[in-house]
């Protein structure tokens, strides 16, 4: 047996040395320096700064626009004593008639989402009169109020002031425990003050109704001259609105965890939840809503905020004065802006002077290691040959290497073997620990010149591959790489990285691929199921679910692009994306038709609402009769409709489509549970394309004039919009 010799002892003195000698050197400049401990509060003041730009901006929509409704405030006051309504000469309907245009003025320039009036006054139902109006986009402005919405009130203000009722519309307000904070607390305060703008109240989110969306409200009592309190008057906020306020990209270009807006709480170490935003809130927080948090830096209001993932979350707190100097009778709390980061991303640059270290020690253990290799070039052709038998080896299968009687070499022998043995065994554990957790995820490697490509087991069923042997979790490069592409033909629009497969049955993978120095890892999840539900849920987001056909919503977007598209081609025909992108659509003679049915609140009141939604289903059955390729058909309303006729020759081409679908109505009347047959009878007005009929808003205007004539001269036949 041949005598064992150490390498070691010959060389690991001076390549020790050095490297030891050049780490310290590098370690020390960077503690002496500060380096480290400046980067982390470079990092913490670029955080801090850009939290406290977004809590301004908010801040300067809470006391610029949010609570600056004095004027509407006082006119309302002044009308109250003018009216007699304190004396009850003027009932509450009449005032509240009376009080629509100040609302609608306070909606636009407040910039708020929502104004509502309520006075303390039992209506209908014990209901309290109420009137509210609701913009779901202040960010846009319409001069003919065509993007508010009529939330409570008396429906004569929508008939007259031209505002659809909203899906949520009640006469008045009914209080109960959820939501009657935001009433009884600035009246109730009414007997401490006259001074309304001291007794302003900000309330947390909340449903004003149960089936409405949640919102924040501002309220000031509403006083006569002599300072009785009526009722409240006040502006909502929906979050909605607050989230669109929270770009989540603004702290972080990826993976940002974006904005949340929060209340202090007694115990300093928690953080009440009020506004969030996002699914990636949603996974690191879930629904609890209260946060933890720790105080990280006190100087730039640094905390670390516990995750559910177990994620490092950093958070930024900068507080927002909802009363300013107001003594205000209550307390709604300390609310703040919370700014997220991931912990990678906060540190990311410090990470990078880190790794900056581990990259000048490697180089430092390469110049010791030439040292020792020129040292050492005598007594390393045991360390070649032994090389050359691993390098031939396939890795892909368990291997033996033969002794050479250096220990080190020996011991380096066992430690390959063992090394192939543990990647093998880690490969089948990764397989086997997926198959517990019944994940749909298959991971691979993938190295240009190697033995092919390792995966897990689940690659196989995933990749449509066959598997001849379960212990043997290696595909032949070619062939991976080739299913791989072919997988790769059907990407998903508006979807990162998933694709669709076609076969005996459609299914969708993701596949997310990370190249580093051309060695490939990857992962292929199945994610049919959740394609399945989006697209699921994105049907029912833009079909009404009475009638399956287009909710207003969506009929708007896809009437829009279709005239955009015809707007900015010569005349007033093209070839256009059709809808959702199926396909061209030319747009021809086309015209913009209002429907609406004569007689529902007859049918409803005779033989109730469920034979009433049966008659606007059957309507709609016929409307989708019109072929697809010249119309889109949607639900304006209850028993409105619109429709969007193009691609026709002339205008009598127009015309005779409509003929043919009254006789389509005439031929198929509402069958009732009993067995009575209603004809459906169907008043419209039609806008035609073109001049300066050529936006979807004012198309439907005009139809809208045309409908109304026909509703009041001829229900049940159609009349043409004509200017003057």
Known sequence: MKQKQSIASKCSAFTAGLVILQSLLVLGMLIAGGILKQTRDTAYQSFASTVTLRASSIQDQIDNRWTNIHPYVQELSDRLSESGYG??????????????????SMLHVSGTTGTFLILDEPGQGKSMPALYFRDYDPETYSADNSDLFQVMGPAEISRRYQIPLDSV??????????NRKFFDMPFQAAGQSRDYEKLGYWSRPFYMTPEDVPVITYTVPLFDRVGQVHGVIGVEISLEHIRKLLPANELSAQDSPGYMVAAMQENPQELFVLVKKGEYQNRLFGDEPLLRIKQEDETYSICQVSSLTGEKIYGCIKSLDLYGTKNVPYDSG????LGLMRGDALYGFLHRIIKIFAVTLMVSLLLGAGAAGFISRKITE??????AKV???????????????????????QAVEISNQNLLDNTLKMSEIMDLLGLHIGAFEYSPGGYGVQVTKQIFPLMELPCEDENHLYVDEKVFLSRLS?????PVPEENGIYRISGKTERWVRITLSLRHGHSLGIIEDVTGDMMKKQRIKYERDHDSLTRIYSRAAFQREAEAILEQAGEMPGQTGEMPGLSGNG???????AMVMLDLDGLKSVNDTYGHESGDIYIRETAVCMKGIPEDHAIVGRRSGDEFFILLFGYEDRNGVRKQLRDFYDILDKHPAVLPDGIQLKIQISSGIAWYGGELC??????????IALYEAKSTMKGQTVEYRKG
């Open 382 to 387: 045991p360390v070649a040959k032994l090389a």
């Open 391 to 413: 390098r031939n080896f396939d890795y892909t299968r368990k291997i033996r290497l033969e002794r050479t009687g250096i220990e080190e070499l020996d011991l380096l022998s």
């Open 334 to 337: 300390n609310w703040v802006v």
């Open 486 to 490: 072919d997988m790769q033909r059907c």
């Open 169 to 178: 519309w009640h006469y008045g307000l009914s209080l109960n425990e959820e």
């Open 695 to 704: 936006t979807f808003e004012e198309l439907v205007r005009c139809a809208d």
């Open 87 to 104: 004396e009850g000469k003027m009932d509450a309907e009449s005032f509240l008639i009376g009080s629509a245009d100040t609302l609608i």
């Open 584 to 590: 061209p659509v030319n747009l021809g003679t086309a």
